[in-house]
């Protein structure tokens, strides 16, 4: 049998492919509904379990706090027991957890069951995505992988939808049904996922060489073999440490730092819209609309950023996300006393062009470590860009009252300049690169 001259790498997406990128999006798609739905059920549950304001909090951030944990354990555990296993331990602890929130009687209980969610959370980012990129073909590699941040916004989306609708049909109870509404998405993510095969880049790492090739034989043809696998043949036997001090500390230290300063700003005006556009003298149905347009515009800067992200390039992209986005809220600082027209200009501006850094924020992480620490990288990048995402979510009200809007919009600002200056110092560019090329430091 003749064994095809091509990398698995250039073979054109075929149904498999399609069906794993369904197996792990789906999981960002559960992610932003889990996260969201505790924001649609939160004033009728802090009735039903007379929450008091210090609860409330604690169970809003409940679900960050586990995506903290969840994103160190998932990426360790991902890298070292392979990616299928995983796999199944976030739809089962979101199945567990949300069917155990319909019988909860207190805030600690509670807060527990969100922080469970959050755990597993945290797990589906670096195995989901890992394993997602592991197989796909380099020119779909980076549209594929920003997918993913569209089905998170999708996720959330329809969170609010579904949970509005249990509230006004379900009784005074009803946040309980919205609350386990996610065990049903979870369970069907559960069974898209079954026959998901192992990576071979993952098996070929641990030097299980038959299995990875029985495995690409599946996937791609009888044709195919490891011959057609652009990855080093031989076993290494470095230790995560080892790779961080040969250089790839440098590269954690980039993925860290730009996905926290592009999560910071997102996570402080997606939560508090509202309450920031009333800062800059936008009340009522201005303050309504534009809270509807920013949420419309981020999705829309994603989709425009996925579409982009092989012809622009992934270095340009970030620098002119954080460029022109960080120019927005720079604006907003300097004419917080503006039109309504010019403050949602700027406003939907900043959501629009913020979108290149964020479809990167899954993109780069995957690309630029290799095999043996890929999960690990995402789940560092992903816990740490958390806790600045719930400081910063934190600090908002306190700035808004101490600084005023101005200030506030300054810092936000700042924030986006430190991520433009890493993007410009550390940015690699890897469109054109195979993954194992990305992956290197030569």
């Known amino acids: 049998m003749t064994i095809p001259n091509i990398s698995v790498e250039d073979v054109p997406l075929n149904r498999f492919h399609q069906l794993l990128t369904l197996r792990s999006g789906g999981g960002s798609f559960v992610d932003g509904y889990v996260l969201s739905i505790i924001g649609v059920a939160m004033v009728q549950m802090s009735a039903g379990l007379s929450l008091s304001s210090f609860w409330q909090g604690m169970i809003a951030a409940s679900a960050l706090i586990g995506i903290f944990f969840g994103g160190f354990l998932g990426g360790w555990l991902t890298d070292r027991l392979g990616r299928k296993r995983l796999f199944f331990v976030g739809p089962t602890l979101f199945i567990l957890a949300s069917v155990a929130q319909y019988w909860v009687e207190s805030a600690l209980m509670l807060f527990l069951l969100r922080f469970a969610i959050g755990i597993a959370v945290g797990i589906e980012y670096p195995v989901a995505t890992s394993l997602l990129v592991e197989f796909l073909p380099k020119k779909n590699r980076g549209p594929r992988l920003a997918t993913l941040t569209i089905l998170w916004f999708a996720g959330a989306a329809f969170a609010y939808v579904i949970g509005e609708f249990l509230l006004r049909h379900a009784g005074e109870d009803a946040w309980r049904l919205v609350l386990a509404s996610a065990a049903v998405i979870g369970a069907v993510l559960f069974v898209l996922r079954i026959g998901t095969p192992e990576s071979p880049r993952w098996l070929l790492s641990k030097g299980r060489a038959a299995e990875a090739e029985a495995i690409i034989k599946q996937v791609y043809g009888a044709s195919f073999s490891l011959r057609n696998l652009p990855e080093q043949p031989e076993v290494k036997k470095l230790s995560v440490w080892n790779l961080l001090h040969s250089g790839y500390g440098k590269r954690m230290l980039f993925v860290t730092v730009f996905w926290t300063c592009s999560v910071i700003p997102v996570f402080a005006v997606y939560a508090f819209a509202p309450k920031v556009l009333q800062a800059l003298n936008l009340k009522g149905d201005w ?23 092989n012809t622009m390039g992934r270095r340009s992209m970030l620098i002119y996300s954080f460029l022109w986005s960080g120019l927005a809220l720079f604006g907003l600082g300097v004419f917080h006393a503006g039109s309504e027209v010019l403050i949602l200009a700027l406003f939907g501006a900043y959501a629009l062009f913020i979108g290149g850094a964020q479809v990167l924020q899954l993109v780069y992480p995957n690309e630029l470590f290799p095999t043996e620490i890929r999960a690990f990288a995402v789940g560092v990048g992903t816990s740490l860009s958390r806790v600045g995402a ?18 506030t919009m300054y810092i936000a600002a700042l924030v986006t300049l430190v991520g433009l200056l890493f993007a410009w110092a550390l940015a690699p560019e890897t469109r054109s690169l195979n993954l194992q090329q990305a992956a290197s430091l030569g």
């Open 287 to 309: 303050a309504s609309i534009g809270s509807v347009a920013i949420t419309f515009l981020f999705v829309v800067g994603c989709i425009v950023a996925t579409r982009l992200i």
């Open 390 to 407: 719930a400081v910063g979510t934190w600090l908002v009200p306190l700035a808004l009252d101490h600084l005023g809007i101005a200030q």
